[in-house]
């Protein structure tokens, strides 16, 4: 069995000033650096649907609304050898074309070149789904995959 495309792929990491955010078709990841020691009690997350709050022993890390919504009931957080906290949520429009430009509406924005290669990972991995006997893993694009790419889907098979 091979593992699932976005693992083999790698991902396109946003760097922050806290940690990195990163993205694939069905999900949000963020990844807070926490001082060492850190324990879940010292934790305070709060995840809406397009909002996020999260404070580490009363000190705010990350506060805002979100570019886009989530599913509110599959948003999760970890933490991690008590020093990284794992924020996972599940984005409600889930089509390549739903490539997150900012972690937050005017927050932590990806430049323009980590953005093209989100999109193209995107893409890639649309290709993927539609395709599952294919591997697109080292697979290269080029053209307009902005938005998702192509629609292949009138074609006659």
């Known amino acids: 069995?091979?593992?699932?495309?976005?693992?083999?792929?790698?991902?396109?990491?946003?760097?922050?000033?806290?940690g990195r955010w990163y993205q694939t078709l069905e999900e949000v990841f963020i990844e807070v650096r926490v001082p060492p020691g850190t324990r879940a009690k010292d934790v305070r997350c709060s995840l809406g649907s397009r909002d996020i709050a999260l404070a580490v022993r009363g000190q705010d890390l990350l506060q805002g609304k979100l570019f886009d919504s989530t599913?509110?009931?599959e948003g999760t957080w970890t933490l991690e050898?008590?020093?990284?906290i794992r924020i996972v949520l599940m984005k409600t429009n889930r089509d390549a074309g739903n490539c997150w430009t900012s972690l937050l509406e005017n927050e932590y924005a990806a430049d323009p070149w980590v953005q093209d290669q989100m999109q193209r990972k995107l893409?890639?991995?649309?290709?993927?789904?539609?395709?599952?006997?294919?591997?697109?893993?080292?697979?290269?694009?080029?053209?307009?995959?902005?938005?998702?790419g192509p629609d292949f889907s009138s074609l006659e098979k």
């Open 1 to 18: 069995m091979s593992a699932p495309f976005e693992e083999r792929s790698g991902v396109v990491p946003c760097a922050t000033p806290w």
């Open 71 to 73: 599913v509110t009931d």
């Open 81 to 84: 050898d008590r020093q990284l």
């Open 123 to 148: 893409t890639l991995e649309r290709f993927q789904r539609e395709n599952p006997g294919f591997d697109f893993s080292g697979a290269e694009i080029s053209g307009n995959y902005s938005k998702g």
